[in-house]
């Protein structure tokens, strides 16, 4: 992806900057994380810029990937984005995926930059676009214009082989899955410099997989053996009620990549999962090549996301009355 005539546009944007934000989506992923944490160190350390950082916490599962930013929320980030004269949003194309923050980030005088990788942008919000879904994750598009951005090869090597690139490694590792989907030639190349610039990946590995409570791979042999259904035509579906959430004491962000079993069944081609969560029955859907998650995010879900893993959500009370029944509600979805 050539940014080039962009990344001058960015660079004289920053030169003038003052109070710059870091914005990302709600229910902040690995990619959220290792994405706003590069580019909050790249502003802070290497441009001396004023630099606030908007994000819900991390779940513990991936709070390593970003331990040097403090983020603000509620209204003193309500007035951070008022004040601030240039914001970055990372990992989202659409402003209401900053769920409370939506309207201001709407509102806000700043100029806004974009840096992402989901298809069809909302293009009129932002000032500067840094989008592409050929990409592997927000984190590769973070780590091609910070590249970018680098006078030389001395601060580079300063850059990447640091926190920042170590951020970076992070959040494209969980967005590719580990190199299992969304993996480009330019991923590779990516994996590969950071390597060269000294980047721990052994480590990435072993915080990120190796590291989890016992809880959760006892709460994965349960759901899929009790609350997992295949349907005839090929859909996969695991139902994770409130109930079931507690039994096991479950924390946010440990039944992350559990949607992604199923398709290892041969005849699966997509899987939704369903989880509880107050009035909200959040929703994610993966899909095999040649099937799309995103539409059936849109059609069914109030949602959105990239062709092969997507997101939404259902509302109690609009949707359906309660949890119990969302066998109803999945009958109406068809392929
Ligand atoms: P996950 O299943 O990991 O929560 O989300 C997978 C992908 O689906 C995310 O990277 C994001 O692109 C998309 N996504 C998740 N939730 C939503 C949503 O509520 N709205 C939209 N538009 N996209 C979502
Ligand atoms: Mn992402």
New binding site residues.
Partial sequence: MDFSSELQVLSSYIERAEKVVVIT?M?P?G?AAGSTAALAHYLQDFRHKTVSLIREPLPDTISFIDEHFTPVSGDKAREVLKEADLIFCT??G?L??CGEYARELAESKAIKVLADH?PEPQAEAFDLLFSSSELSSASEIVYQLLKGLCRDEEERKALLGGACGYALMCGMTT?TNNFSCSTFPSTLMMASELLAYGINRDEILEKLYNRYRENRVRAFASLLSEHFSIREDGIGIIKVSAESWHKFGLQEGEL?GL?NVPLSIDRVKISI?LREDGDTV?????AKKGWSAREL?VRY??????EL?????LLLGRDLDSFGEIDDYLEKIRL
């Fill in positions: 989506h229910h992923d990619d990992d989202f659409v209401d995926r989901h967005d992350e949607v999962y959040r929703v994610s859907l993966r995010a879900f109030h949602g959105g996301g990239h893993a997507s997101g939404g959500k």
